[in-house]
């Protein structure tokens, strides 16, 4: 792992520095006052949405930052033209300085001709100069080029129980500043000066996190239901079985196409699940399963991608169908618990299908099974629309 210790003067020599890329020369530098149209421009060209969304509150707060000399824009330059652009942040938590990077994009044209890894490496530097003792980042693990660039510059995952162990409650401030309330989808990655890369928390234990947090979600919605707390222990047989019969389908057809898996609990997602169960609500958003291979690239019309992502939704939709059925045919407390698998079940199934993903939140699995097959979204689509109704009526 790279010293993160202040150099001064990096970020002015690299500021002189042209970098080569295939038949361009990009020109990194800070952004100057009056060019925050031509980036917003840029952002219009270059992303979705959803993105544009994001990234422009995020440039909107490093401008303002600027002038207090805590945070700040890069911009690249070609033959006058702005290609890509990163913001940059600086927050002092625990009396520890540190370092942000967000709104990391390039132009579309110029995309593939390390763009992005020299808005990166200079924001490192920028931050370094200022005394930023770490740096953090969010990155979707689909937004392949991203997620390639900060991994082979020395980020890890940041997991929450260090998150907790170095911040304390204070953890909700990074949760805050990076959006990561939002950023469903997104990894925590971190930068420091540790020789060694932390050791992330294996698989099993990120499921019986999520395990624990959805079982508590379904808990909280019973008792505000009015159920006792005998009911409990079904509650997390439910909530396992459904847990389970939604990801390990998919880790068995990324066997199937040769893709290395890995579950990850999203953290912020048993937190509001929390306070939407406490409201009587159910809010089963607790984390997903990603390909874990270094330089994977997301192609979703690669064959067996649209397999990939469909069939956690399809078997979630067996499962509440199941779920409807039994609570239909069964007496007493079982009512209930069958009720709430149900309901679970069937909001995974929805969640899934939304058609949105943006690289800075709400990355939807809905957008990829769309592209990789319609016809397969129009079903999961018609099929969960008509147990609405059926569950309506009857």
Same mark, same amino acid.
């Given at each position: 792992?790279?010293?993160?210790?202040?150099?001064?003067?990096?970020?002015?020599?690299?500021?002189?520095?042209?970098?080569?890329?295939?038949?361009?020369?990009?020109?990194?530098?800070?952004?100057?006052?009056?060019?925050?149209?031509?980036?917003?421009?840029?952002?219009?060209?270059?992303?979705?949405?959803?993105?544009?969304?994001?990234?422009? =509150?995020?440039?909107? *707060?490093?401008?303002?930052?600027?002038?207090?000399?805590?945070?700040?824009?890069?911009? &690249?330059?070609?033959?006058?033209?702005?290609?890509?652009?990163?913001?940059?942040?600086?927050?002092?938590?625990?009396?520890?300085?540190?370092?942000?990077?967000?709104?990391?994009?390039?132009?579309?044209?110029?995309? *593939?001709?390390?763009?992005?890894?020299?808005?990166?490496? *200079?924001?490192?530097?920028?931050?370094?100069?200022?005394?930023?003792?770490?740096?953090?980042?969010?990155?979707?693990?689909?937004?392949?080029?991203?997620?390639?660039?900060?991994?082979?510059?020395?980020?890890?995952?940041?997991?929450?129980?260090?998150?907790?162990?170095?911040?304390?409650?204070?953890?909700? +401030?990074?949760?805050?500043?990076?959006?990561?309330?939002?950023?469903?989808?997104?990894?925590?990655?971190?930068?420091?000066?540790?020789?060694?890369?932390?050791?992330? +928390?294996?698989?099993?234990?990120?499921?019986?996190?999520?395990?624990?947090?959805?079982?508590?979600? =379904?808990?909280? +919605?019973?008792?505000?239901?009015?159920?006792?707390?005998?009911?409990?222990?079904?509650?997390?047989?439910?909530? &396992?079985?459904?847990?389970?019969?939604?990801?390990?389908?998919?880790?068995?057809?990324?066997?199937?196409?040769?893709?290395?898996?890995?579950?990850?609990?999203?953290?912020?997602?048993?937190? =509001?699940?929390?306070?939407?169960?406490?409201? *009587?609500?159910?809010?089963?958003?607790?984390?997903?399963?990603?390909?874990?291979?270094?330089?994977?690239?997301?192609?979703?019309?690669?064959?067996?991608? &649209?397999?990939?992502?469909?069939?956690?939704?399809?078997?979630?939709?067996?499962?509440?169908?199941?779920?409807?059925?039994?609570?239909?045919?069964?007496?007493?407390?079982?009512?209930?618990?069958?009720?709430?698998?149900?309901?679970?079940?069937?909001?995974?199934?929805?969640?899934?299908?939304?058609?949105?993903?943006?690289?800075?939140?709400?990355?939807?699995?809905?957008?990829?099974?769309?592209?990789?097959?319609?016809?397969?979204?129009?079903?999961?689509?018609?099929?969960?629309?008509?147990?609405?109704?059926?569950?309506? =009526?009857?």
């Amino acid at each position: 792992m790279r010293d993160l210790s202040p150099k001064q003067g990096i970020f002015t020599r690299i500021v002189e520095v042209y970098a080569m890329v295939p038949e361009t020369q990009i020109h990194i530098r800070v952004m100057l006052p009056g060019e925050k149209s031509e980036v917003e421009e840029l952002f219009g060209r270059s992303l979705g949405l959803l993105d544009k969304i994001f990234f422009q =509150l995020t440039l909107e *707060g490093a401008l303002k930052r600027a002038g207090i000399q805590v945070g700040g824009s890069l911009v &690249g330059i070609l033959n006058d033209r702005i290609v890509g652009s990163v913001s940059m942040r600086i927050q002092r938590t625990r009396g520890r300085q540190a370092g942000f990077i967000g709104a990391l994009v390039s132009d579309r044209e110029f995309r *593939g001709r390390g763009v992005g890894r020299q808005l990166v490496d *200079g924001a490192i530097s920028w931050l370094e100069e200022r005394g930023c003792e770490v740096v953090y980042a969010t990155a979707d693990r689909y937004n392949s080029s991203s997620w390639n660039i900060f991994i082979h510059r020395g980020f890890s995952i940041y997991e929450f129980p260090r998150q907790l162990r170095d911040y304390g409650l204070n953890f909700l +401030r990074l949760w805050l500043v990076e959006f990561h309330f939002v950023g469903y989808g997104t990894f925590f990655l971190r930068l420091d000066g540790e020789e060694e890369i932390p050791r992330g +928390r294996s698989e099993v234990w990120h499921f019986i996190a999520a395990w624990l947090g959805l079982s508590l979600m =379904l808990g909280m +919605r019973a008792l505000r239901m009015g159920e006792t707390v005998s009911l409990i222990p079904l509650l997390i047989v439910v909530a &396992g079985l459904s847990l389970l019969a939604h990801e390990f389908p998919q880790k068995m057809v990324g066997r199937l196409l040769d893709l290395e898996t890995d579950f990850k609990v999203w953290e912020p997602g048993l937190f =509001l699940g929390s306070l939407f169960g406490a409201v *009587g609500s159910i809010f089963p958003v607790y984390g997903s399963t990603y390909v874990k291979q270094l330089d994977w690239r997301y192609d979703p019309r690669k064959r067996g991608m &649209g397999a990939f992502f469909a069939i956690g939704p399809f078997i979630s939709f067996v499962m509440a169908f199941v779920f409807w059925v039994l609570s239909s045919t069964t007496r007493g407390f079982l009512v209930t618990s069958m009720r709430i698998g149900f309901l679970m079940n069937l909001m995974n199934v929805f969640f899934n299908l939304i058609p949105l993903q943006a690289a800075g939140g709400l990355v939807w699995d809905g957008k990829k099974i769309l592209i990789g097959s319609k016809a397969v979204w129009m079903i999961l689509f018609t099929g969960t629309a008509s147990l609405i109704i059926i569950d309506v =009526l009857f």
